[in-house]
């Protein structure tokens, strides 16, 4: 009787620990900062590897003005660890930054840490993707 109510207690827990895993997300957010400004807009995308306009998804936003989207900074807010996403731009070649949803959830645009300078991000596409 006992190793019967051991072993149902065992595959409750293990069972409980499978349901338990975190679900890949079917949609990522992202974060735009202007720590110039102080605006800040997020936007929500689709993980399915489709790189999308940041003009678009920031259009009409506290980040847009009159049709030129500025930031400083970067964040994934609605994720998953196994997230991958790209925002790139177009215009100059390998302007490539990457967030992910383990180590790299945050960045500078402008890649200087020490100082916030708004970058155009006329030129850039979002994209998201799992691991």
Do not use: H, Y
């Amino acid at each position: 009787m006992k190793f019967t109510i051991a072993a149902a207690a065992t595959t409750l827990a293990l069972a409980t620990g499978i349901s338990a895993l975190p679900a890949p997300a079917s949609q990522i957010t992202i974060r735009i900062f202007n720590d110039q400004s102080g605006a800040n807009a997020e936007a929500t995308v689709p993980v399915d590897n489709v790189p999308r306009n940041v003009v678009d998804l920031f259009r009409s936003t506290a980040i847009d003005s009159a049709g030129n989207i500025f930031g400083t900074s970067a964040q994934l807010t609605k994720f998953s660890d196994t997230s991958k996403c790209t925002l790139v731009n177009v215009n100059v070649r390998d302007w490539k930054i990457e967030l992910d949803g383990r180590a790299k959830n945050f960045v500078d645009l402008d890649g200087d840490k020490t100082k916030a300078v708004p970058i155009w991000l006329g030129g850039f596409t979002f994209q998201c993707s799992q691991a």
